[in-house]
């Protein structure tokens, strides 16, 4: 028998409104009924010259992706909702180490703030033992969303159905405002001089004319310039951050810690004794160039007293215990690993862990306890390693020289804090280096002596000199 079908509001208008439409359509879906031109008609009385209306809207509708075909006018998706399949750019990890995605294509000016999706953990397929796709930072992927409830900060969670690679490469430039809101981008890069990018309304951050700025280019047209979306604002070209802000966003370097990572820094407490050595009365000492911010690592030689190895010395080297507070797994951990290493400029470095960590509580500061690992080696009077034993420890730097503050003290001109070390502290080191530089060509080391280069800026910004700073033993 035919089902009965609901009567749509009265209308003071012959013909509804599309939202009028596409409500009645919502509404049926949502009660499991399939509604056609047929149902549609029946419930806003439309007849005649209606009917003809109606099929052309519904033609618009399914082209807009706002129905489905076959005579069937099924939403595709809720209204004011994402699609079930999108294209999507992988954003982060939130405060519990979810990763989160945001549509690729979003105006916010026209749409309001992109919602957040949580990606879906790969999960193994049973009958082939592969993992499914597992997408990384920047990489765009496709997602079957589904609808989220309860979640606080997520309406759609998402499963990767495929991944299509890392995004266009962003592109550095010069912002350009527009009286209508928009704006144009003007390439810094040299080969790219001329080929502007035009950035819609709303699609422009907080980016201010003048601004250097990261884009990310969303469409190419056949003709005319491309179109773009700012993504990071980074400042006025003219400021001295300019060169270091290009080499980092150029390389694509992470320099900005997640909010869950720096929240977890924040928590840390400095490590106790238990479970370590007690080394706090063994005067290791850092020796480091003089603007250094970190101390990773402190160095101590005494002569051997055993009798079975003359002239030989015992040469402990201790690094900061990352590990005291830099749990795996943990956000400090996943986004250590996602930058790999601390990468230095000549205006800033971008450090691998947040500051709390790396210049704070893993820096072997002057007469502070520190957790540290340590490697004690004995050599003999040749320069040959006779034994090595490693230790968790908890240490307190002795004291924090600079390499020419600690060469100047053994070529003859100590200061009054080198001075009480002579004897005791450096010159065991110095002849412990001596007398393992005897065995050097047999070990084969790493060529690690490569001189480096120091920069120098000027007041604005610009390259002063670049000079070769000499190379001491010290070193």
């Given at each position: 028998s035919p089902r009965p079908i609901r009567k749509a509001p009265a209308l003071s208008a012959p013909e509804p409104s599309r939202e009028a439409i596409l409500d009645f359509i919502e509404a049926e879906r949502e009660a499991g009924r399939e509604v056609g031109r047929r149902e549609i008609a029946k419930a806003f009385g439309l007849s005649g010259g209606g009917k003809i209306w109606l099929k052309r809207l519904l033609k618009e509708l399914e082209e807009e992706g706002e129905t489905g075909g076959d005579g069937i006018a099924r939403p595709v998706h809720p209204r004011g909702a994402l699609p079930p399949v999108l294209l999507c750019e992988i954003k982060g990890k939130d405060r519990d180490g979810e990763a989160y995605a945001l549509p690729l294509e979003w105006n916010e000016a026209e749409q309001g703030v992109a919602p957040r999706i949580l990606v879906e953990r790969p999960r193994e397929f049973r009958a082939k033992r592969h993992a499914a796709p597992a997408p990384a930072f920047g990489d765009q992927v496709l997602l079957k969303l589904t609808r989220l409830k309860g979640i606080e900060g997520y309406g759609y969670s998402g499963r990767v159905l495929k991944v299509m690679g890392k995004g266009k490469a962003q592109v550095l430039g010069i912002f350009r405002a527009m009286p209508d809101g928009s704006g144009r981008l003007i390439p810094i890069d040299k080969k790219a001089q001329g080929r502007e990018a035009l950035i819609p309304k709303g699609q422009t951050g907080d980016a201010q004319d003048g601004d250097l700025v990261s884009v990310a280019l969303r469409r190419?047209?056949?003709?005319?310039?491309?179109?773009?979306?700012?993504?990071?604002?980074?400042?006025?070209?003219?400021?001295?951050?300019?060169?270091?802000?290009?080499?980092?966003?150029?390389?694509?370097?992470?320099?900005?810690?997640?909010?869950?990572?720096?929240?977890?820094?924040?928590?840390?407490?400095?490590?106790g004794p238990a479970g370590r050595e007690d080394w706090r009365e063994l005067p290791l000492i850092t020796i480091d160039p003089a603007d250094a911010k970190d101390h990773d690592d402190a160095v101590h030689a005494a002569p051997d007293a055993d009798p079975d190895n003359p002239g030989g010395h015992v040469v402990t080297v201790a690094i900061a215990d990352v590990a005291a507070y830099v749990r795996p797994g943990s956000a400090l951990d996943r986004e250590a690993l996602e930058r790999g290493?601390?990468?230095?400029?000549?205006?800033?470095?971008?450090?691998?862990?947040?500051?709390?960590?790396?210049?704070?509580?893993?820096?072997?500061?002057?007469?502070?306890?520190?957790?540290?690992?340590?490697?004690?080696?004995?050599?003999?009077?040749?320069?040959?390693?006779?034994?090595?034993?490693?230790?968790?420890?908890?240490?307190?730097?002795?004291?924090?020289?600079?390499?020419?503050?600690?060469?100047?003290?053994?070529?003859?001109?100590?200061?009054?804090?080198?001075?009480?070390?002579?004897?005791?502290?450096?010159?065991?080191?110095?002849?412990?280096?001596?007398?393992?530089?005897?065995?050097?060509?047999?070990?084969?080391?790493?060529?690690?002596?490569?001189?480096?280069?120091?920069i120098l800026l000027k007041g604005d910004g610009t390259v002063d000199r670049v000079f070769v700073p000499p190379r001491l033993d010290a070193h």
């Open positions: 190419e047209t056949r003709f005319g310039p491309p179109e773009a979306q700012v993504k990071d604002r980074l400042g006025s070209l003219k400021s001295e951050r300019a060169v270091s802000l290009i080499a980092i966003h150029a390389h694509g370097i992470p320099h900005v810690f997640q909010p869950a990572t720096i929240a977890e820094a924040e928590t840390v407490r400095p490590a290493n601390s990468v230095y400029f000549p205006d800033r470095v971008v450090p691998m862990l947040p500051e709390r960590i790396s210049n704070d509580l893993c820096s072997l500061r002057e007469g502070e306890d520190r957790p540290a690992i340590a490697v004690r080696m004995v050599f003999s009077h040749q320069g040959r390693k006779a034994g090595h034993t490693f230790h968790r420890i908890m240490m307190k730097s002795a004291a924090k020289l600079s390499y020419q503050q600690a060469q100047a003290a053994i070529d003859g001109a100590p200061d009054e804090k080198t001075g009480p070390l002579l004897d005791t502290i450096l010159k065991p080191l110095w002849h412990a280096y001596r007398i393992m530089s005897i065995g050097r060509d047999r070990r084969e080391p790493l060529e690690l002596d490569l001189p480096e280069r120091k």
